[in-house]
C-alpha cells in the first residue's frame, strides 16, 4: 500500500465547540442537494482490538493475522484508506458518548459503562473513593439526574435532513432514561438498541436473551422477536435488519446515516456455528476458536453490506467508516497468557496502554479517499463528530454541548492539514480485571510521546510510542522536564474541561493532579 506519513507536532489544539440549541435546517443555498450529499455508514465494532483482523495495522503480520479471517476488510482496505493510529476510550460507553457529542470523555463525564439507572458497577477500593459520574449516561433532555444533556450527532444529521437508522447496541444511556432509547436520541430507525452493553445470547434459538416469563435480564436484546427459535447468530440477523431498513431508506428523497453498531465481538464468547470448525481444525481452543468466529461474522456483515450497496448502485455515493470501540479483550476469559492478545500493543480493553484504546480503522470514499492507501496520523474518537457532519455538508450547526474534536477530513481527502494537537485519555475508576495498565489513570498522547498517570500512586510512565510501539520501556527517570512539560499539559486541560477525579482514602483530598507532585 502507498503510505501517507503525516508528522504531528505537540502544539496544544484549541477546543472546536460551541454551545447552544441546535439550529433549524439550513436553508437550501447552505446545503448541498439530496442526490449530491453522500449516505454515511458508520460500521462500528464493539471490543474488536488492533490485532483482531487478517488485515495488518502494524508494519508487519503477526500470528494474529493469519489466526483470523476477514476478507471483507482486506477488501475495504483496497478500496479506501487505513488509519494505523486510531484511538478510542478503553471502555464503551466513554467511546460511544464521545462519539456521538464530540466531547472528550473528561468533559461529558460518562467516563465509565453505564446500564442500570443511578447505579455504578465499581467495586469499593482500599486506597480511593471513585468520583460521582455520570452513571445515567447522556440524553438530549434537560433535568435529568446524573446525565450530560448533549445534542447528538444523529439529531444533527436528521435535523439537515438525513434518514437516519440506529442497528445494535447503543449503551448511551442507563436503563430507564431519555438515552437508552435511540429513538429519543435523533434516530428515527431504532433496530435492537436498549441500555445493556452486551447481548445475554447470541444466539435465535435462546430468544437472544429472553425469557417467555416476562424475567427477562436487562442485557437481553429487544426488538427481534421475528428470530427468536430460529436457527440465526445475532450478527446475521442485525445485517438482515439493517438492508430492510435501507430498503425503506431508499425509497425517501433523503440520504441516509446507517449506525450499524455490532454487539459482535463483545462477550459472552459464543461459537457463531457458520465458521466454528475451520477454527478448531486449526488447533485454536473452544473460547479462541469461538472468538475468532465473532470476528468473522463481524466481517461476512461488513461485507454484505458491501455487496448491498453494489447491487443497488448506491457504493459510489456511500461513505463507509469501519471503527472499533476500546481494544480488545486480553485481561480475562480469554485462553492461554493473559494481556498478550493484541500483540505488539501491550495488554487490551480497560487499560492506558495502547492495547486498550488503539483501534482497527479504514474509510473507503469513492473518488475522494485514495483507494489502498495508509495514514499514521493519531487522531481520536470525538474527531467522528465534525468529521462526519462535515461529509455530510452540514456547515452550520450548534449544539447544547462544547465539542473537542476536529475534523479529520483533511486526511481523507489529502486536501490541507489537520491541525497538530495532544489528545487525551480520563478514567478516574477501576474497571474490575487488573492487568498492565488498567486502573484509575488519565493519559496524554503528544507527537510521538505518551504520558500514564496512575491517581492511587502518584506513578508517571512515559513512553516513545514509535520506537516502543509495546510500551515496554518507561523512561519516565530519565526525561524529568519531558514528564513535567507532559504532566502539565494533561493536567491543565483536565482542570479546562473540570474533570473529575478520585478521593484518597489517606487523605481524604482529591487526588493529585499529574503536575502538583513534581
Not at 464530540?102 to 453505564?114: C, E, K, L, P, Y
Not at 448533549?150 to 442507563?174: E, M, P, R, W
Not at 495514514?375 to 450548534?398: Q, R, S, W
Not at 527517570?477 to 483536565?494: D, E, Q, T
Request: aromatic fraction near 10%.
Amino acid at each position: 500500500m502507498k503510505n501517507e506519513l503525516l508528522l504531528l507536532s505537540a502544539a496544544l489544539l484549541p477546543l472546536s465547540g460551541m454551545a447552544g440549541a441546535v439550529q433549524a435546517m439550513p436553508s437550501s443555498d447552505a446545503m448541498p442537494a439530496a442526490e449530491q450529499r453522500p449516505n454515511i455508514i458508520l460500521f462500528l465494532v464493539d471490543d474488536m482490538g488492533w490485532q483482531d483482523t487478517s488485515l495488518p495495522f502494524w508494519t508487519q503480520r503477526t500470528r494474529y493475522n493469519d489466526t483470523y479471517h476477514t476478507p471483507n476488510m482486506e477488501r475495504l482496505a483496497t478500496q479506501g484508506k487505513m488509519f494505523t493510529q486510531a484511538y478510542a476510550c478503553s471502555i464503551s460507553s466513554p467511546t460511544r458518548v464521545s462519539l456521538f457529542t464530540g466531547m472528550n470523555a473528561a468533559r461529558h463525564r460518562v467516563t465509565s459503562w453505564t446500564l442500570r439507572k443511578n447505579t455504578t458497577h465499581e467495586q469499593p477500593d482500599s486506597v480511593m473513593i471513585y468520583p460521582e459520574w455520570n452513571v445515567n449516561g447522556i440524553c438530549q433532555e434537560p433535568g435529568v439526574e446524573r446525565t450530560t444533556q448533549v445534542t447528538s450527532l444523529a439529531q444533527v444529521l436528521k435535523d439537515n435532513g438525513y434518514h437516519t437508522i440506529h442497528c445494535g447496541k447503543a449503551h448511551f444511556g442507563a436503563n430507564d432514561t431519555p438515552g437508552a432509547d435511540p429513538l429519543k436520541m435523533g434516530f428515527d430507525v431504532n433496530i435492537a438498541g436498549h441500555a445493556a452493553g452486551s447481548p445475554a445470547s447470541y444466539y435465535g434459538m435462546q430468544n437472544f436473551g429472553n425469557k417467555p416469563d416476562g424475567k427477562s435480564p436487562l442485557a437481553a436484546v429487544p426488538g427481534l422477536e421475528k428470530y427468536h427459535g430460529k436457527d440465526i447468530f445475532l450478527s446475521e440477523a442485525l445485517t438482515i435488519e439493517a438492508e430492510k431498513a435501507l430498503d425503506d431508506a431508499r425509497k425517501t428523497d433523503k440520504p441516509f446515516f446507517l449506525y450499524m453498531a455490532h454487539y459482535a465481538i463483545h462477550t459472552p464468547i459464543q461459537p457463531d456455528m457458520r465458521f466454528y470448525q475451520k477454527y478448531l481444525d486449526k488447533g485454536l481452543p473452544p473460547v479462541e476458536a469461538a472468538y475468532a468466529t465473532l470476528i468473522e461474522g463481524m466481517d461476512k456483515s461488513l461485507g454484505d453490506l458491501m455487496d448491498y450497496l453494489d447491487k443497488n448502485n448506491l457504493t459510489d455515493n456511500t461513505v463507509l467508516l469501519f471503527m472499533s470501540d476500546n481494544g480488545g479483550l486480553a485481561a480475562h476469559t480469554r485462553a492461554g497468557q493473559l494481556h498478550v492478545q493484541n500483540y505488539p500493543l501491550n495488554s487490551g480493553k480497560g487499560s492506558a496502554y495502547e492495547g486498550g484504546v488503539r483501534e482497527p480503522m479504514i474509510v473507503r470514499w469513492p473518488g475522494t479517499v485514495a483507494a489502498e492507501t495508509k495514514c499514521d496520523h493519531y487522531l481520536m474518537i470525538e474527531d467522528f463528530f465534525p468529521t462526519i457532519l462535515e461529509i455530510a455538508g452540514v456547515k452550520h450547526y450548534n449544539t447544547v454541548q462544547e465539542r473537542d474534536g476536529i475534523s479529520f477530513l483533511p486526511l481523507l481527502t489529502g486536501k490541507g492539514k489537520m491541525p497538530a494537537r495532544d489528545i487525551y485519555w480520563h478514567y478516574p475508576h477501576s474497571w474490575g480485571p487488573s492487568g498492565p495498565g488498567i486502573g484509575a489513570t488519565c493519559s496524554i498522547r503528544s507527537g510521538a510521546w505518551k504520558l500514564v498517570y496512575y491517581f492511587d500512586s502518584g506513578k508517571r510512565e512515559l513512553f516513545n510510542i514509535p520506537a516502543d510501539i509495546g510500551e515496554q520501556h518507561d523512561v519516565a527517570a530519565g526525561n524529568p522536564k519531558l514528564v513535567k512539560k507532559l504532566s502539565r499539559k494533561l493536567s491543565n486541560y483536565l482542570r479546562s474541561v473540570d474533570a473529575q477525579r478520585p478521593i484518597l482514602r489517606a487523605t481524604r483530598q482529591p487526588a493529585p493532579w499529574p503536575d502538583e507532585t513534581l
